[in-house]
Antibody, heavy 118, light 112 residues
């Protein structure tokens, strides 16, 4: 059984950075592409970016260019999303999701609520 | 404003067939696979259709997908109360600024 576990909720000040982690069990995460999607309260899904743990290749929505970093730790088989220069409008639930062979986002984390508040 | 266009709401009675549309362009639906996600309140999305018309194991065959040109559709037949959820279409987009995933704005399905 595949389980994807993300880190807990965060509260950050405007201008700060946040780092969210994503770890899978029962699934070889490193053989998939890992995507990040966010959802503000009551709103739709918004794609942030993707990375391939094997190649290190990444891609981002133009909206987040320059503010987001996606990384992978081989030692703990964990993916990370780091978003900097936080704004109030970055308040959302951030999900990680894996995709293999263009089959859609198959395995999702439970989501991490990031709240930007002064 | 979402790149893919979906109706904000849809509804049906139990047993009925409902179709949710998703309109895009040649750079996304017209040239890449479409996937459909179901999101129940307070939970992460779940893929119900991938690669236009494929169904993951465990998804009832009441769910089906199709595409035509730059549009896609998700059909749910024999509607059940547990189908009440938000549904999103998604596809890769070959934009000039680099490939990206685009979502529809979501359709809230109500089972009357």
């Amino acid at each position: 059984q595949v389980q994807v576990v993300q880190s807990g909720a965060e509260v950050k000040m405007p201008g700060a950075s946040v780092k969210v982690s994503c770890k899978a069990s029962g699934h070889t995460f490193s053989s998939s592409d890992i995507n990040w999607v966010r959802q503000a309260t009551g709103q739709g899904l918004e794609w942030v970016g993707w990375m391939n743990p094997n190649s290190g290749y990444t891609g981002f929505s133009q909206k987040f260019q320059g503010r987001v970093a996606l990384t992978w730790s081989t030692s703990v088989s964990t993916a990370y999303l780091e978003l900097s220069s936080l704004r109030y409008e970055d308040t959302a639930v951030y999900y990680c999701a894996s995709e293999s062979g263009n089959s859609g986002f198959e395995y999702w984390g439970q989501g991490t609520l990031v709240t930007v508040s002064s | 404003q979402s790149v893919l266009t979906q109706p904000p709401s849809a509804s049906g009675v139990p047993g009925q067939r409902v179709v949710i549309s998703c309109s895009g362009s040649s750079s996304n639906i017209g040239s890449n696979f479409v996937h459909w996600y179901q999101q129940l309140p307070g939970t992460a999305p779940k893929v119900v259709i991938y690669r236009n018309r494929e169904r993951p194991s465990g998804v009832p065959d009441r769910f089906s997908g199709s595409t035509s040109g730059t549009s896609a559709s998700l059909a749910i037949s024999g509607l059940q109360s547990e189908d009440e959820a938000d549904y999103y279409c998604a596809a890769w987009d070959n934009s000039l600024s680099g490939p990206s995933v685009v979502f529809g704005g979501g359709t809230k399905l109500t089972v009357l």
